[in-house]
């Protein structure tokens, strides 16, 4: 809350508060007169506002440190506007007391301070020096403190903002380990000998340095946005040759940030001609920074294939199987389905099988899947297997 909201939310609740008790205090006053209002009513204000004096005293000691000052400068503050309640209760005694009801109600109606200024001036007429000079004594005392707690309310906020400035912590929790600058103490060692030379306190040199590099951060990340968004647009477009550039350049920029290398690995494989090894070194860097994304691993494998590289592949359709063996992101055809590939491949049709048969499980209705059973159970002389899956085949609908 800023000062100004504070100050305005403390008025409000006492305006509020003064709204309901002081018309009460006022017929109680004009129906009872003088006496009983010094005899019931201001001896409890002036207990308060002496409570409230004592208490203000007490915490002065707080405005030492910048965190306490909050403390004793809303307390003056709070305190200002009992003063002037009290201020306001007796200049409307004395007048009342002095020149009656009608002048009390002039007052009152001069927006309810016109009791104070109208009490002083009545007691100066009527000669009494006392109550002049203790109506006046009120009125100073009391604009002292409002005065006074705003000014210091005003300084404990400013005090504030000076601690938040010299606490500023930069947290980046996406950056890599080796960005220190975003993870060192505030001070370092040549800050203090740096400030020495320059004039500046330590902690003053420090924030400048921590925010000259974290600007700097700043700037390359933008640079890094800026060349793979356009990287993606032009691999969108076709022109491959250039979006391989700008998607180089980005990561170039921060190498430890995926996306850049993903979508370059996307522009390798459809560059004329393909680059399919440069995609899959590409697809491997990403899974060096995220080693649990099956679509990652699946990629590779696809391309592992292309180029016959079938035990890599296999590795690799594998461990998409363990980080997703229930195929809740990759299709089990794209998983086990490609296994068995391999496995036909080598030769090893038990294997082929039972890898069908996994998706099959998965997806019973798969007519391409019963087809590449069928002949793996030919290729092992089972026909009977084979023809039956050769007719669950025909009664699949894809």
Known sequence: MSNEDLQGAIGTAIGCLSGLCCPVVIILLFINGPGWAGETFFPWLFMICGSLFWANIALMPLFIWSRTRYIPATTIFTSSWMFWLATWSVGLLLLFSTWGLFWSIIGLALGGVGVIPLGLIATLFSGSWGAFWFLLALVFGSTLTRFGGAAALAWAEDSIDELKSEDIEYDEPNRNE???????????????????????????????????????????????????????????????????????????????????????????????PPQLNNAIEDLTHCIELDPDDAEIYQARALLLLEIQDFERAFNDFTKIIEIDPECFTIDPIDSYGMRAEIFGKRGEWENAIAEYTEVLERWPIHKATYLSRANAYEQIGDTEQARLDLQRAEECND
């Open 178 to 272: 080796d960005d220190h600058f975003l993870r060192q103490e505030l001070l370092e060692p040549e800050d203090v000998v740096d400030a020495l030379d320059t004039g500046q306190t330590p902690v003053e040199k420090a924030q400048e340095r921590l925010i000259t590099a974290f600007s700097a951060k700043s700037i390359l990340d933008a640079e890094y946005e800026l060349h793979t968004e356009e990287g993606k647009q032009l691999h969108e477009e076709g022109d491959n040759d250039a979006a391989i550039k700008c998607l180089s350049l980005a990561i170039e920029k921060d190498p430890g940030r995926l996306e850049a290398i993903w979508w370059r690995a996307a522009a390798y494989q459809e560059i004329d």
